[in-house]
């Protein structure tokens, strides 16, 4: 059951990311939707982290993105392996943890991205993505972390029964 619900909340997070984040941005940094409810579904209770859920999640996203699949397979699972770390070796608290693994899962995921654009000969100025996307990605997402922390709290203690195994 609980892969199922985490299927489903992938691919809902995919449905918003591909329809409505580039609508809202903040400067041209958008949201990233899938990334943040990888990172609340791995920082759930009683559900055991894994970076797999992060190759679910590239491979969501690259059947609607022009970039490679091995870019996003590779960024969602680095992400997802670091929040996996950071919950199971480092930290007990999770708002800490989640506010550090969507920091660094950003960082990740636009490094990489943007890493790729640069070697494959796309006039890109790294300062000026930085500070106009990836910067204003990250608050965005900030902003956004706790709100999507409680809704899929709580989707998961409405559709998973308490006492069944997570």
């Not at 299927?7 to 809202?24: G, N, P, S, W």
């Not at 950003?106 to 106009?132: C, K, M, Q, R, V």
Request: proline share 5%.
């Amino acid at each position: 059951m609980t892969i199922a619900f985490g299927i489903l909340l992938l691919f809902m997070a995919t449905v918003l990311q591909v329809t409505l984040a580039d609508r809202i941005t903040l400067l041209s940094g958008p949201a990233d939707f899938v990334l943040l409810a990888l990172m609340s579904w791995n920082l759930q209770e009683d559900i055991h982290p894994s970076w797999y859920w992060g190759l679910g999640a590239g491979l969501m996203l690259s059947l609607s993105s022009v970039l490679p699949l091995w870019v996003l397979l590779l960024s969602y699972s680095a992400a997802a392996a670091f929040c996996q770390f950071l919950r199971q070796r480092v930290w007990q608290v999770p708002l800490l943890t989640l506010f550090t693994s969507v920091v660094a899962g950003t960082l990740i995921i636009d490094g990489i991205t943007l890493g790729y654009l640069w070697l494959g000969a796309h006039p890109i100025s790294l300062i000026e993505a930085f500070n106009l996307v990836v910067l204003p990605s990250i608050v965005f997402n900030m902003i956004l972390a706790l709100p999507a922390q409680t809704l899929v709290n709580e989707l998961s203690k409405f559709l998973l029964p308490a006492g069944a195994t997570r």
